[in-house]
Nanobody, 122 residues
Framework: QVQLVESGGGLVQAGGSLRLSCAAS????????MGWFRQAPGKEREFVAV????????VYADSVKGRFTISRDNAKNMVYLQMNSLKPEDTAVYSC???????????????WGQGTQVTVSS
């Protein structure tokens, strides 16, 4: 059974930083691209970033480019999202997900974590 467990969310002031972590189990982690998505209240889930299985291919949403950094450690079955220069509009539940493709599309992801809340105050 695939399990993805996020951690690291919290309350931070605008301009601050947070580092999210996602621990994966029950899958051949090194064979999957890993993505981060977020969903704010009343909005649809949106793509944030994805990293290929090798780590060599990375894609960011325009809204986070230059502020967020995705990385992974295949030896530890972990994926991370370093978030800097946070803005109130970054407030959302952040979830990690696994896909066989390095893709932005939510529909291509097979497994999802429960999410971690990130709240950025102004």
């Amino acid at each position: 059974q695939v399990q993805l467990v996020e951690s690291g969310g919290g309350l931070v002031q605008a301009g601050g930083s947070l580092r999210l972590s996602c621990a994966a189990s029950g899958l051949t982690f090194g064979s999957y691209a890993m993505g981060w998505f977020r969903q704010a209240p009343g909005k649809e889930r949106e793509f944030v970033a994805v990293i290929s299985w090798s780590g060599l291919s990375i894609v960011y949403a325009d809204s986070v480019k230059g502020r967020f950094t995705i990385s992974r450690d295949n030896a530890k079955n972990m994926v991370y999202l370093q978030m800097n220069s946070l803005k109130p509009e970054d407030t959302a539940v952040y979830s990690c997900a696994a896909s066989k493709a390095t893709t932005r599309s939510v529909y291509d992801y097979d497994s999802w974590g429960q999410g971690t809340q990130v709240t950025v105050s102004s």
